[in-house]
């Protein structure tokens, strides 16, 4: 049986553990945060369970006031399903993610590939004026992140990851990657579904690359646009979506195929 005041002051001592690096990142109070998150070497520094260990997160970042924490909670099977249900689909991308969808999320973008949870209830008055018929571009939820100058923020992660970078292709139309139309079925609950034709953004197969996830954050560090730092090999980045796309949309106008690497 778990010791709670124990455990209480454990938990408590962790999540000033983890405000203070989110402070070291320049997190700024009452900004919109995008989370990507791998809760394996987070749980053996702890010695929480994966639940637990997701709370301690949300718990340190409320320190912030954040109006926004954005969880990706995405459904790649969509593509040879056509099925998406917001109640009861499975995030598809980590375990994280699913403990946020199954315990603390209050909303969820009803976008069959690429739907994102909200612990704040803030994306579901922003829903009205997002596209969910496409992966990535203008009037998605890729684009209003932009707008309002998201923090992307990695934490546990082995190597950087954001998926926004897909959005910043998309809008600077990269040769290998192109539109590929599923059709399918969205379900927002058991008796309120639509007919879709989703523009999904996908890698061209026929194309021989890659994102080339080194050299990207390499010249974010560069640049002085990703914050990082680390305890117990748990490493934590961010960076805001603005600046983001400050480095990057140059570096593509010179270089089409900057982001990527071949891979045969």
């Known amino acids: ?3 709670t005041f124990s455990f209480e002051k454990k ?5 000033k553990i983890f405000i203070n690096e989110f402070i070291k990142l320049g997190i700024e109070k009452n900004r919109i945060l995008m989370l990507h998150v791998s ?3 987070i749980a053996s520094y702890t010695s929480f369970t994966y639940k637990d260990c997701t709370k301690l997160i ?3 970042l409320e320190y912030f006031s954040p109006k926004a924490v954005l969880v990706p909670s995405f459904t790649y099977s969509f593509v040879n399903s056509g099925v998406f249900s917001v109640p009861f689909s499975r995030s598809e991308v980590g375990r994280f993610s699913e403990e946020v969808r199954m315990n603390f999320s209050k909303y969820r973008l009803n976008d069959p590939i690429f739907s994102v949870l909200d612990t ?3 994306l579901s008055k922003k829903a009205y004026i997002i596209n969910t018929n496409q992966s990535f571009g203008h009037e998605t939820i890729w684009s209003l992140l932009n707008k309002e100058d998201c923090l992307i923020v990695n934490i546990g992660l082995k190597h950087l990851i954001l998926t926004h970078i897909h959005h910043i292709e998309e809008i600077n139309n990269v040769p290998y990657r192109k539109i590929i139309v599923k059709k399918g079925v969205t379900y927002k609950n058991d008796f309120n579904y639509k007919k879709v034709e989703y523009n999904f953004y996908a890698r061209n197969l ?3 690359y890659a994102l080339d996830w080194g050299k990207i954050e390499s010249v974010l560090c560069k640049n002085n646009v990703l914050h990082k730092s680390q305890i117990d090999h748990i490493n934590f980045s961010s960076l805001s979506t603005k600046k983001l796309h400050s480095v990057i949309d140059s570096l593509l106008d010179k270089d089409e195929f900057f982001l990527v690497k071949k891979i045969k």
């Open 11 to 15: 938990y408590n001592a962790f999540v």
């Open 39 to 41: 809760l394996k070497d």
């Open 206 to 208: 026929d194309k021989e």
């Open 120 to 122: 704040k209830k803030w």
């Open 58 to 60: 949300l718990d340190s």
């Open 1 to 3: 049986m778990k010791n």
